[in-house]
């Protein structure tokens, strides 16, 4: 979401005459979108702007925050950033800046002037974003949460959930298969929720995905796409019998359980049950056999007792996740949870994840071991920077692999490989 932000971000700084610069010290306007997900990403913010302050004593600098920001860290960022703004205020950003004293010849021709103000919360839906990549895209879907889970910060920092318009969504998916984009991910902080702040007025996710399908479809053209992060308690049947419909929609599943214990799931107010996470499981094994399952982990929650982490370790082992994104907990202020003691210390915090890591590491080498020898279509995302003539891919399922012996020309494409070896957490292949 980070990304996608930063993409629009990057098309009205440019818009007003700015160019990129991958040198942080060459830029005369810099700035970073901030996730509030996690402390040690805001402490990441702190060390950059004590940094760009300095330099301001060399050179004329103007400096902005914004992304998910804390009303705390906000107030603190005020004193630190020349500009510190909410995405819905995009459109402003010209204005801000001017009245930074910079980009003023810019400024008055900008052609966000003219975006009609049907929803301020969204406005900056409207803004085209530049694409950081030919062959990859981020579509934002749906922006906030209305789930307020104990440990999370989103509805602070995003709002309550608001779907954007089908039509607008669909038009810049149709925009990306004309260009021949190969992967396309739907964003939301809860996908799957997409539709309900408008019911009787827009279609619901299973539907989206449908019609994103017939695009697809319609186009003869090959890609991929796939959408984060669902909720396991808007997680339907009938969402993963649309992907099943339709070979565009990837066979790949990201699913946060964040704790395998029911209780730990109560406490965290995270509103669906074992029972009905390892139902939906069920369904994507009967309906999507071949399709890889993701998922989100909190180790060391406020309360979490090595009983509680053995109830996620055996959830682990029972749906053999390809991947799971383990976190060790951290209070995020105004979250309901930050009240809470935060009793499992940082020592039991990592000893958590690491116990966990090795059972994620035993499930995905199974898997992985499994497709050795056979072949499989792979979309060569990058060189590999770690090995001379080697790429980096994934497959559909966004697996790993390393193709040896491969022109980077590749990069952008789809392949076909055939597994030569497996490792815990990727895989090796060669081009067919």
């Known amino acids: 979401m980070n990304q996608s932000d930063s993409e629009r971000i990057r098309s009205v700084i440019e818009q007003m005459g700015y160019e990129m610069t991958e040198v942080e010290e060459e830029a005369s306007l810099i700035g970073v979108v901030a996730c509030s997900v996690r402390q040690k990403a805001i402490d990441k913010v702190y060390s950059k702007i004590q940094k760009w302050n300095k330099w301001k004593n060399k050179k004329p600098l103007v400096t902005f925050v914004s992304g998910c920001i804390l009303p705390a860290d906000e107030v603190k960022f005020l004193k630190l950033f020349d500009l510190v703004f909410r995405m819905n205020e995009l459109p402003e950003l010209p204005d801000m800046l001017h009245q930074c004293g910079v980009a003023t010849e810019f400024s008055a021709r900008h052609p966000l002037n003219a975006i ?79 539709g309900l702040d408008k019911k009787g007025e827009e279609i619901s996710f299973a539907e989206l995905l449908r019609k994103v399908g017939e695009l697809g479809k319609a186009s003869g053209k090959k890609f991929w796409v796939y959408f984060t992060s669902p909720h396991p308690r808007d997680m339907t049947r009938d969402v993963i019998e649309a992907i099943a419909d339709y070979e565009c929609l990837a066979k790949q599943i990201h699913l946060p359980v964040q704790s395998g214990d029911e209780k730990l799931l109560r406490r965290m ?51 053999k996740f390809n991947m799971a994104y383990v976190a060790k907990y951290s209070p995020r202020v105004g979250a309901r949870a930050a009240r809470w003691d935060d009793d499992i210390t940082p020592q039991q915090k990592s000893e958590r994840l690491a116990k966990l890591s090795e059972v994620l590491k035993r499930t995905s080498f ?67």
């Not at 608001?162 to 809860?190: F, H, P």
């Open 116 to 194: 009609q103000r049907e929803d301020e919360r969204t406005d900056f839906w409207q803004v085209a974003p530049t694409y950081s990549s030919s062959f990859e895209a981020f579509v934002p879907i749906q922006n906030g949460c209305d789930k307020f889970c104990s440990f999370c910060a989103v509805p602070y920092t995003r709002g309550r959930e608001v779907s954007r318009s089908s039509e607008e969504i669909l038009s810049e998916v149709q925009k990306l298969i004309d260009r021949n984009v190969k992967a396309i991910t739907l964003l939301g902080q809860n996908v799957n929720s997409y």
């Open 269 to 319: 107010n995270r509103n669906h049950n074992i029972e009905d996470y390892l139902k939906i499981v069920d369904d994507i094994r009967e309906l999507l056999p071949t399709a890889t399952i993701f998922t989100d982990i909190i180790v060391g929650f406020s309360g979490e007792t090595d009983e509680q982490l053995e109830n996620t370790a055996q959830l682990m082992l029972d749906v």
């Open 366 to 432: 199974e898997y992985n071991e499994a497709m050795v020898g056979k072949t499989y279509e792979v979309l060569v995302e990058r060189v590999d920077p770690r090995i001379e003539g080697a790429v980096a891919a994934r497959t559909e399922g966004k697996l790993p692999v390393r193709i040896m012996d491969a022109s980077p020309d590749l990069v952008g494409t789809f392949q076909t490989v055939e597994i030569t070896s497996a490792s815990q957490l990727s895989l090796a292949g060669k081009l067919v």
